[in-house]
C-alpha cells in the first residue's frame, strides 16, 4: 500500500448514478484503504478522512464555478462545456458538467459516510481519543456542506415545505438500490444535525484553513440558518463565527486584495481545500477564463452603481467603481488590444503555486449578519455589520449611514455581490432568495438574462439509474436531444 499516494491521489468511483455510488469496500484497495484495513491505525484513518476532500478539488465541483458566473452575469464566457446552457439559463439534464458536479458532491456523502457508520466501533492503534472525535467533527462537515451545495444546486431549498429536496444517505451506499428525494424540510434538519456535531467536534484549538474546522462549522450554520429564513439563530451563529476568530486572533485583512495575495496564508480564509502544484491543481482553468473572456454585465454594473451615479464608472481603470473592483478586477493593456485579468487567482500562473478555492472566508459572517439583522428590522445592527465590510473595501467610515431603510437590504446584496464574486457563486442563491422572499426582480434589473430554471436539472444518468428518483418540475417538458 503506498501511503502518499492514498493521501494525495485517491481515485474514487467512476460514477453512473447516484445510486452507484460505492462504498469503500468496492474501491480497488491497490489504490485505496478499504473497509477491512481502514480503521486500523492513526496513518490508515488519517488516509481516509484526507480522501474526503479530494472530491472538493477535482474538475466535477471546480468547473461549475466558471458556468455558474454565466447565470449571474459576473463573467462573460467560458470554454467549458455547457456553458452557453447556463449564459442562457437552460441547461440539458444530459450535461457532463452537471453529472460531475453531482457525482462529486455525493462522493463527499459517501467517503464522508464511511467514516461516520465505521469509525466510532473501531479502536485504530496510535489514533488518540481527541483525534478521533475531531475526524467525525471532520466528517459530518463534510456530509453537511456537500448536502447543502446539493440542496442548493439540485432542491427548491427556498420552500421548507417543497419534496423536492435531494437524495439523503446516511450509510456508505454500495448497491444499486432507487432512492426517492427526501423533502426540503428533511434536508435541513439532517444538515443542521451534522454541523451541531462538526461545531462541537471539529478541531477547533489549532485548525487549518484547508479541512473542516469549528469556526467554520459555525459560519455554515449560519448561511444554513439565513436560507431557512430563521434570522435570529443566522444572527446567533454568525455572532458566535465572528467571536471565536476574534479570541483566536482572526481577523479580517486590512487590505482586501491582500487576501489573493497572501492565499492560504491568510487568515481571513476559514475553508479552502489545499491543491499544490502539480498534483492537487484545482483543474479549473478559472484564471484563464477570466483572463481571455471578460467580466460580466452585472459585475461592473453592481460595482459601478455602487459609486456616484449609475454608468460614471470607468470599467478599464476601476475609476468610479467600488473599490474592490478597482482593487482585484482590471483591464490589462498592451499592444494591439487589452485582456481582463482577476487578481483572485493570480497565482495560478507562477507554475509553482495554485490558489485556493475560496468555499468559506470570516468576511461572509458580517454579511450574513447584516442581512439576518436587517431581516428583523434592525437596521443600524445591520449597519455596523456592514460597515465592518465596507470600511475595508475603502469606503468612507460614514457611508453606511446614508443607506436608507428602503434600500438597506439591496444594498447588502450588491456588497455581498462585489465582496465574494467569482468565489463560491453565492450570488446565485442570494438571487433566488432575495427573489422568493421580496419579490425582488433580477431580470427587470438587468442584472439576469433569465429566471426560467432556479436549479440545475438532475442528470439525467442519474435518473436513469434510479427508478424512484424525479425530475425538478421547470425541466420535465425540456426537449432533450
Not at 449571474?72 to 467549458?80: G, H
Not at 440539458?92 to 464511511?114: D, E, I, M, P, R
Not at 455602487?306 to 493593456?333: C, K
Not at 468565489?423 to 442563491?429: A, C, D, I, T, V
Request: proline content about 3%; glycine content about 6%; aromatic content about 14%.
Amino acid at each position: 500500500m503506498k501511503l502518499r499516494k492514498l493521501l494525495y491521489s485517491i481515485p474514487l468511483l467512476a460514477l453512473t448514478s447516484c445510486d452507484q455510488l460505492g462504498s469503500v469496500s468496492d474501491i480497488d484497495p491497490e489504490y485505496v484503504l478499504t473497509d477491512k484495513n481502514v480503521f486500523v491505525d492513526a496513518n490508515s484513518v488519517e488516509a481516509l478522512a484526507n480522501g474526503m476532500y479530494q472530491p472538493w478539488r477535482g474538475d466535477g465541483v471546480t468547473q461549475m464555478r466558471n458556468c455558474m458566473f454565466l447565470l449571474t452575469r459576473t463573467s462573460n464566457n467560458s470554454p467549458v462545456a455547457s456553458a452557453y446552457e447556463f449564459k442562457i439559463n437552460d441547461v440539458s439534464s444530459k450535461s457532463a458538467l452537471v453529472l460531475n458536479y453531482y457525482k462529486n458532491l455525493y462522493l463527499v456523502v459517501n467517503q464522508a459516510n464511511s467514516i461516520i457508520n465505521g469509525l466510532p466501533s473501531a479502536t485504530p492503534k496510535g489514533l488518540s481519543v481527541e483525534r478521533k472525535a475531531e475526524i467525525l467533527g471532520e466528517s459530518y462537515f463534510n456530509r453537511a456542506f456537500a448536502n447543502f451545495m446539493l440542496l442548493r444546486s439540485f432542491g427548491e431549498f427556498w420552500d421548507d415545505s417543497s419534496e423536492y429536496g435531494i437524495v439523503l444517505y446516511d450509510t456508505p451506499v454500495n448497491s444499486n438500490v432507487g432512492k426517492a428525494r427526501s423533502s426540503v424540510k428533511a434536508c435541513f434538519e439532517l444538515i443542521n444535525s451534522d454541523l451541531d456535531i462538526a461545531i462541537a467536534q471539529a478541531p477547533g484549538e489549532d485548525f487549518v484553513n484547508y479541512k473542516a474546522n469549528r469556526v467554520a462549522a459555525k459560519l455554515l450554520k449560519a448561511k444554513v440558518k439565513l436560507y431557512q429564513h430563521d434570522f435570529a439563530a443566522a444572527e446567533f451563529f454568525a455572532n458566535a463565527a465572528i467571536t471565536e476568530c476574534t479570541q483566536k486572533g482572526i481577523t479580517l485583512e486590512d487590505n482586501y486584495g491582500d487576501i489573493f495575495e497572501k492565499a492560504y496564508d491568510s487568515p481571513e480564509l476559514l475553508f479552502s481545500v489545499y491543491t499544490s502544484y502539480p498534483q492537487e491543481t484545482i483543474s479549473t482553468g478559472v484564471f484563464f477564463d477570466f483572463y481571455y473572456n471578460g467580466f460580466g454585465y452585472t459585475l461592473q454594473t453592481i460595482a459601478d452603481e455602487l459609486v456616484g451615479e449609475a454608468e460614471d464608472g470607468d470599467y478599464g481603470s476601476g475609476e468610479g467603481m467600488d473599490p474592490r473592483y478597482a482593487s482585484v478586477f482590471i483591464t490589462d493593456e498592451w499592444e494591439g488590444g487589452s485582456e481582463t485579468i482577476i487578481r483572485k487567482y493570480m497565482k495560478m500562473t507562477n507554475g509553482s503555486d495554485c490558489n485556493p478555492y475560496y468555499f468559506i472566508r470570516l468576511a461572509e459572517a458580517y454579511l450574513i449578519k447584516a442581512e439576518a439583522e436587517a431581516r428583523q428590522s434592525k437596521n443600524d445592527d445591520a449597519r455596523n455589520s456592514l460597515k465592518v465590510i465596507t470600511d475595508r473595501a475603502g469606503y468612507d467610515p460614514d457611508y453606511v449611514n446614508t443607506i436608507t431603510d428602503s434600500n438597506l437590504l439591496m444594498q447588502i446584496f450588491r456588497h455581498k455581490y462585489m465582496e465574494l464574486s467569482a468565489e463560491n457563486y453565492e450570488e446565485w442563491f442570494d438571487m433566488i432568495r432575495y427573489n422568493q422572499l421580496d419579490g425582488t426582480d433580477f431580470v427587470q434589473l438587468g442584472y439576469l438574462r433569465s429566471f426560467t430554471h432556479k436549479n440545475l436539472p438532475i442528470p439525467y444518468d442519474a435518473l436513469a439509474g434510479n427508478s424512484a428518483l424525479v425530475q425538478n418540475p421547470s425541466y420535465i417538458y425540456a426537449y432533450e436531444e
